[in-house]
């Protein structure tokens, strides 16, 4: 596609209840990456997959965090038993890594606005 | 640890007035450095960045230069417009050589309000 897609858009999710966040990259993308964008702040690391390896989830903030990407293209990030200090909007991002590892763009998805309540 | 530091918003200015939106880091090696444009209802944009010490991103009017001596990488633009009204966020790329990646670090954002 032409962009870092991701949907739902908006979620509001009961206290307790399972969500799931979906991620499209940009098509032939290796790395793509999951931040975490609480209000007012900026966004914060939460995973990164090369094509379907997960090689970092040193930012998934509790065991009620997890994130896929099977067959190496689409993402999705699941959230158990969803608590309040949830709310934040998910975000997205896909690159392709450079031979220098220096200074890849990140090319940010919309994001998904999470609202427990 | 690596961080970033920006200046707090908002930054309120008139049309054509002169931008600055200071950024500090501190990191462990030698990062690349980033601002991201975020516009109302829309997702992170890539502004500008520089890879290496005393380099200059800039883009659309927008400069930026690599300081390594004071650890900065302020963002400055000689003349704002109305359009240039959104969220700011300076961050670093902290590159990973175990697997081959980099992760942002970003700044808390700095809102910027130009008014005609």
């Known amino acids: 596609g032409a962009g870092v897609s991701q949907s739902p858009r908006y979620k509001v999710a009961k206290r307790g209840q399972d969500v799931a966040l979906r991620c499209d990259p940009i098509?032939?993308?290796?790395?793509l990456f999951w931040y975490q964008q609480a209000l007012g702040q900026g966004p914060e690391f939460l995973t990164y997959?090369?094509?379907?390896?997960?090689?970092?989830k040193s930012g998934l903030p509790s065991d009620r965090f997890f994130a896929e990407r099977p067959e190496g293209s689409v993402s999705t990030l699941k959230i158990q038993r969803t608590q309040q200090e949830d709310s934040a909007v998910y975000l997205c991002?896909?690159?392709?890594?450079?031979?220098?590892?220096?200074?890849?763009?990140?090319?940010f998805g919309p994001g998904t606005r999470l609202t427990v309540t | 640890g690596n961080s970033v530091t920006q200046m707090e918003g908002p930054v309120t200015l008139s049309e054509e007035a002169f931008l600055t939106i200071n950024c500090t880091y501190t990191?462990?090696?030698?990062?690349?450095l980033f601002w991201y444009v975020q516009y109302p209802g829309e997702g992170l944009q890539l502004l500008l960045k520089?890879?290496?010490?005393?380099d200059k991103g800039s883009n659309k009017g927008f400069e930026a230069t690599y300081r390594k001596e004071t650890t900065s990488f302020h963002l400055e633009k000689g003349s704002v417009q109305v359009s240039d009204s959104a969220v700011y966020f300076c961050?670093?790329?902290?590159?990973?050589?175990?697997?081959?990646?980099?992760?942002?670090?970003f700044g808390a954002g700095t809102r910027l309000a130009v008014h005609p």
């Open positions: 991002a896909s690159s392709q890594p450079r031979r220098s590892g220096r200074g890849n763009e990140q090319y």
């Open positions: 098509s032939g993308h290796v790395s």
């Open positions: 997959f090369q094509n379907e390896a997960q090689l970092d």
């Open positions: 990191a462990t090696g030698y990062p690349s």
């Open positions: 520089a890879t290496k010490a005393d």
């Open positions: 961050a670093l790329s902290a590159f990973t050589f175990s697997g081959g990646y980099n992760k942002l670090i």
